[in-house]
């Protein structure tokens, strides 16, 4: 697909399962990224001027990330999905038949946190505490929605979190390896980029929660205060050493709520954990550490689960209404988000002036 190519949905076929296609035309512009799962294209909609994000995928999956993006639809920290359409890719030059591709329509954000994260390194800088409680507000209440549907995204990286410089809104995406959780039944354990990728995921447990994304979310947090990722490991073994320097040597009842089926191994030496405070090299406050301290944590059932997150006192800047007024907007949870909260949680988790905003903001319209 070059810069002139266009793309007209095909015909859907009697009983496909399959999102409604959209009678738009589609001019590619560049590529935006690629990987293992296809092709992200920045693309304008011929009929409207609008840019556009497309992911062309192949059928292999069907529209599983469709139907998942379709369910979280609406929420301010999450990529929208705008349509979809299928293509045929033709023969490739080798002349191999390039079957048919699902074509994502997503929202088209210019930034992501990755290269915002690489901007300040570049200006040799470090990112303002305001800004790394903002940003990660945002991923944590997105979690917090997906988590609450029983889905687990198992690849939150500054990558897969898009940015809008205007508003300073970030956006999860990448919901190609998302999956609902269904009790008692097994999962791939080799999921989620290495560098964010849960202990309990490297000792190949296959029942993993949600929690996995908490992990991952607290590298985010880590990477904006550092400049760089946390655990940098070149393979799984060595990223295990590498969050074992920082945390320590997992003891024995870890191992088991890590994975209750990993064979009995004596971790030798026996490795003290750093305190946090000097891990994040005194760069930031007391809160952040507590706070870094308790989504970083071998036991997976330990981890604060997403809304207790937010309450954390680390945030207590954002519901200050001279500080947090130009934000408001990221209190504006809709009724959904709340049902696992008491009033008092719920009174904590947001602050006055905010809860005084109009009924239509408070219900996501």
């Known amino acids: 697909m070059d810069a002139a190519s266009r793309h007209a949905p095909r015909k859907r076929k009697a009983g496909e399962e399959l999102p409604e296609l959209q009678s738009r ?5 560049r590529v935006l990224g690629k990987g293992s799962f296809g092709v992200v294209y920045q693309a304008q909609i011929l009929e409207t001027g609008e840019i556009v994000a497309i992911k062309s995928i192949r059928m292999q999956d069907k529209d599983r990330e469709v139907q998942l993006l379709k369910e979280l639809d609406g929420h301010p920290n999450i990529v929208c999905l705008r349509g979809a359409f299928l293509s045929d890719e033709g023969t490739s030059a080798a002349g191999q038949a390039g079957g048919t591709k699902l074509n994502l329509v997503l929202e088209f954000l210019s930034d992501t946190l990755h290269r915002i994260i690489k901007h300040y390194n570049q200006l040799q800088k470090k990112m303002e505490l305001h800004y790394v409680r903002l940003y990660l507000f945002q991923l944590v209440r997105g979690l917090g929605f997906i988590h609450g549907r029983g889905i687990v995204h198992c690849d939150i990286k500054p990558q897969n979190l898009l940015m809008d410089g205007k508003t300073q809104t970030l956006k999860i995406c990448d919901f190609g390896t998302a999956k609902r959780m269904i009790f008692g039944e097994t999962q791939r354990p080799y999921v989620c980029s290495r560098y964010y990728r849960a202990p309990e995921l490297i000792l190949g447990a296959t029942n993993y929660t949600t929690s996995v994304d908490l992990w991952s979310a607290g590298c985010v947090f880590a990477e904006m205060i550092l400049g760089q990722p946390l655990f940098t ?9 590498e969050i074992i320097k920082v945390l320590g040597t997992p003891s024995p009842v870890e191992l ?15 490795v003290a954990a750093y305190t946090w405070d000097k891990v994040l090299r005194g760069w930031a406050p007391q809160q952040a550490c507590e706070l870094v301290g308790h989504m970083l944590t071998y036991d997976p059932a330990a981890r604060l689960p997403p809304l207790h997150v937010l309450m954390h006192p680390f945030f207590l800047e954002l519901r200050q209404a001279e500080t947090g007024m130009k934000h408001r907007d990221i209190f504006n949870f809709r009724e959904d988000e709340l049902w696992w909260l008491t009033a008092k949680e719920r009174e904590q988790l947001i602050p006055r002036w905010a809860a005084q905003q109009p009924a239509d903001a408070q219900n996501g319209r």
Do not use: H, R
């Open 25 to 29: 035309t589609y001019t590619a512009q």
């Open 233 to 241: 490991g070149n393979d799984g073994i060595k990223q295990l050493v």
């Open 256 to 270: 088991t709520a890590m994975n209750p089926n990993y064979p009995d191994y004596d971790f030798t030496p026996k």
